[in-house]
């Protein structure tokens, strides 16, 4: 791989100095052996996502018709997967994509119809919508399924769905599934309700986790297949190849956006925490630039502290934004606010709090719908905020939950 090439380029270099430093030698022999030794370091401490471990799945791969779950995101050294595969004349058969299409440019909920890629030639099937799983006939000449999605740890961003469902549909047609894992940036902290799957499961929340629960997508993987969640509590054949040189408290800065509306690493960040404005009359800042760093609403503009503004348009990844078109005022969470304190490790409650209480129209600040319910995964989230709960309160209602989550979760653990 090209780093490995710089290291290599910086231990020749080292040696030319050498040759040439006369009678200082030995102190430019001591300097040399620190610099080399301190570019090796470095290169061997960058994290590398499980695409990167060829050796460790192309030889599964050998013979097989093959089947990649992918996006825009599964890249290694800026080549998509599927291109690489194809470079090494493996027989790949048919792609199949999650929410956001295969490019993750559609919007968030918007229909994806089935297409052929225009470079490859190969068959795309859309995994959102009425489809959300592979059914047997689309699966009926693949031998082996490659997934590689890159998530961001919370419960409601839809791609561990599509990863249950894929493994449900292989685990019934006996095919094995090779799940090519990567970091995420949200897994050094857990924190949340855990969901209430015999009331609110659903495409956004299909398992008893928290929001937050802490876990890369291959280590979730291993979850469902050992706490029997798929149907019938059937098996998938999985095979993970991990990271290398991660763990869960490393700081990663995604390559690529994950999906269109989450644009950089403070968005990632606020994401568990600003998503559940997706169940009110507030806009997260969809069709701006600040996707998920900022919210605001026509009515907080005689708020004190309020003193951002923005009016969403149609961009891509948000044709019909939620307050199209309107004026709104608000709060700018991309950097430190006077309003708000902001911390890191944790659903920041604070900020959905004062939100609700900031609101001149509380009776209306969430939807009428059970859609917060389904982001948090109970019906007491709710009756929480609107009673009045402070943050203390609130978090010692899931406690024990988060608790026994963590039991369960580091059985299933692949780093630290």
Avoid at 332 to 352: P, R
Wanted: glycine content about 6%; charged content about 25%; hydrophobic content about 35%.
């Amino acid at each position: 791989m090209r780093i490995f090439g710089i290291a290599i380029i910086v231990v020749l270099l080292s040696s030319e100095i050498l040759s040439c430093s006369g009678r200082n030698s030995t102190i430019n022999d001591n300097t040399t052996k620190e610099k080399k030794a301190e570019s090796i370091s470095k290169v061997d401490t960058l994290i590398y996502p499980g695409i990167y471990q060829t050796d460790k799945y192309f030889n599964l791969l050998t013979g097989k018709k093959i089947a990649v779950v992918s996006n825009h995101t599964g890249i290694i050294n800026s080549v998509h997967l599927v291109d690489t595969l194809l470079s090494r004349e493996f027989n790949l058969v048919k792609v199949f994509c999650p929410e956001h299409g295969f490019r993750g440019t559609v919007d968030a909920g918007a229909k994806i119809s089935d297409e052929v890629d225009e470079k490859t030639g190969l068959p795309i099937v859309s995994l959102y919508g009425k489809n959300k799983k592979p059914t047997p006939e689309q699966l009926n000449n693949v031998d082996i399924v490659v997934f590689d999605l890159q998530d961001v740890g919370a419960r409601f961003y839809t791609y561990i769905s599509t990863l249950h469902y894929v493994m449900e549909a292989c685990a019934e047609q006996d095919i094995p599934v090779i799940v090519l894992d990567r970091p995420n940036p949200n897994a050094y902290y857990i924190d949340g309700p855990v969901l209430d799957t015999s009331k609110y499961r659903s495409f956004i929340g299909m398992h008893p986790v928290p929001i937050v629960y802490g876990m890369t997508i291959g280590e979730y993987a291993k979850m469902i297949n050992g706490e029997k969640w798929l149907k019938g509590g059937i098996n998938c054949k999985l095979t993970v190849i991990p990271c290398k040189n991660y763990n869960h408290n490393k700081h990663y800065s995604l390559p690529v956006k994950p999906s269109p509306n989450l644009p950089n690493d403070r968005s990632i960040e606020l994401y568990p925490t600003l998503c559940i404005f997706e169940a009110t009359v507030l806009s997260v800042g969809r069709g701006t630039d600040k996707q998920f760093q900022i919210f605001g609403h026509p009515l907080y503009k005689d708020v004190e502290g309020a003193d951002f503004t923005f009016t969403p348009k149609p961009t891509e990844g948000a044709k019909d934004p939620v307050l199209n078109g309107k004026l709104c005022y608000g709060f700018d969470l991309s950097k430190n606010n006077s309003i708000f304190d902001i911390k890191k490790g944790q659903i920041n409650l604070d900020v959905i709090i004062k939100a609700y209480n900031l609101f001149p129209d509380n009776d209306n600040f969430f939807k009428k719908t059970n859609s917060l319910e389904l982001l948090a995964g109970n019906s007491e989230f709710r009756k929480q905020i609107t009673s009045g709960l402070s943050e203390k309160e609130i978090r010692e209602t899931w406690k024990q939950d988060i608790e026994n989550f963590k039991q369960i979760r580091k059985k299933y653990l692949i780093y630290e």
